[in-house]
């Protein structure tokens, strides 16, 4: 068993900054890669940021220069902080990991439940 859990979401206005937070937890072997996504209403989930287990980032186009992700030293807690927020940020944001477990170190792919973020004057 895997567990994601996210927090940090909450309502901002435009300009401002939050920081979100990914903790995983259970039978972990190893974590390949963590990332955020988020869904906004009416529309498809879509990537925001990922980082690998080597540290190597990418994000999205739209994010790009105002999010950074991160990750603490046991790699279990994924970070992303978010400045210069923008009205179209709002959205629930999704933790998502890419974890190897124990004892048969299977991948597969975990979802957090998401944190809502609302940007808004």
């Known amino acids: 068993q895997v567990q994601l859990v996210e927090s940090g979401g909450g309502l901002v206005q435009p300009g401002g900054s939050l920081r979100l937070s990914c903790v995983a937890s259970?039978?972990?072997?190893?974590?390949?890669?963590m990332g955020w996504y988020r869904q906004a209403p009416g529309k498809q989930r879509e990537l925001v940021a990922t980082?690998?287990?080597?540290?190597?980032?990418d994000y999205a186009d739209s994010v790009q220069g105002r999010f950074t992700i991160s990750t603490d030293n046991a790699k279990t807690t994924v970070y992303l902080q978010m400045d210069s927020l923008k009205p179209e940020d709002t959205a629930v944001y999704y933790c998502?990991?890419?974890?190897?477990?124990?004892?048969?170190?299977?991948?597969?792919?975990?979802w957090g439940k998401g944190t809502l973020v609302t940007v808004s004057s």
């Open positions: 259970g039978s972990i072997f190893s974590i390949n890669a």
């Open positions: 980082i690998t287990s080597g540290g190597n980032t």
């Open positions: 998502n990991a890419l974890i190897v477990t124990v004892p048969f170190r299977s991948a597969a792919n975990y």
